[in-house]
């Protein structure tokens, strides 16, 4: 397998814009999770998903993110308008899930994202 | 909810010596530990975890230490070798995992040659 796969790898942007960020979780896998890392916050859960229905959003900072997942292997996460601060290293990850013996979180490469 | 925190941020042994890194988390739910090690550009990938129900675990050069009473867990890695500078997190879950993690800010390890 391939891995997590995530696009596009690096966004540049300006504020106000819609950004739209892809993930694609490995195959089989139930979980889909989406971080963001900053230097100041460090790795945050911002949204994830069982079997394509989103379980805790509580992590999404404001009405401006909102994360779909329309089938078991895609999932984007939209920032509606973009601001400078929205500027980080967004993570996918994916797993098994609950009931498997081994419950790792595998990581996509992430995107990095730049609002001017 | 839960809170994670690491120590210390940043930690220079010479190669060959042993480097601790040490979590503390407050949610006596939590029962799933996780450590991963971040290289620059690249995604956190799992090096060792720990379930609520054991004390310590080892793989090979690695380590990781329970003590559920002090809500306390340690990552202890042996022999160090150049390829372990990276950025290590922990991390705590309620879930066994299957719920999101909340991660500590990170330690950079660097190895000294």
């Known amino acids: 397998d391939a891995g997590v796969i995530q696009s596009p790898r690096h966004e540049v942007t300006e504020m106000g814009q819609e950004v739209t960020l892809r993930c694609k979780p490995i195959?089989?896998?139930?979980?889909l999770f989406w971080y963001r890392q900053t230097m100041m916050r460090g790795l945050e859960l911002l949204i994830y998903?069982?079997?394509?229905?989103?379980?805790?959003d509580s992590g999404m900072p404001e009405d401006r993110f909102s994360a779909k997942m329309p089938n078991a292997s895609f999932s984007t996460l939209k920032i509606q308008p973009s601001e400078p601060r929205d500027s980080a290293v967004y993570f996918c990850?994916?797993?098994?899930?609950?009931?498997?013996?081994?419950?790792?979180?595998?990581f996509g490469p992430g995107t990095r994202l730049t609002v001017l | 909810g839960e809170n994670v925190e690491q120590h210390p941020s940043t930690l220079s042994v010479q190669e060959g010596d042993s480097a601790v890194i040490k979590c503390t988390y407050s949610?006596?739910?939590?029962?799933?530990f996780p450590w991963y090690k971040q290289e620059l550009g690249k995604g956190p990938q799992l090096i060792i975890d720990?379930?609520?129900?054991?004390g310590e675990k080892k793989d090979q050069r690695i380590a990781v230490t329970l003590n559920k009473t002090a809500k306390h867990f340690s990552l202890h890695i042996t022999e160090t070798q150049p390829e372990d500078s990276a950025v290590y997190f922990c991390?705590?879950?309620?879930?066994?995992?299957?719920?999101?993690?909340?991660f500590g800010k990170g330690t950079h390890l660097i190895i000294q040659p």
């Open positions: 949610d006596s739910a939590s029962n799933y």
């Open positions: 720990i379930r609520s129900n054991v």
């Open positions: 991390a705590a879950s309620a879930g066994g995992g299957a719920d999101g993690l909340t």
């Open positions: 998903f069982n079997n394509n229905v989103p379980i805790d």
């Open positions: 990850a994916s797993s098994l899930g609950f009931l498997a013996a081994y419950n790792e979180q595998f």
């Open positions: 195959s089989g896998h139930d979980y």
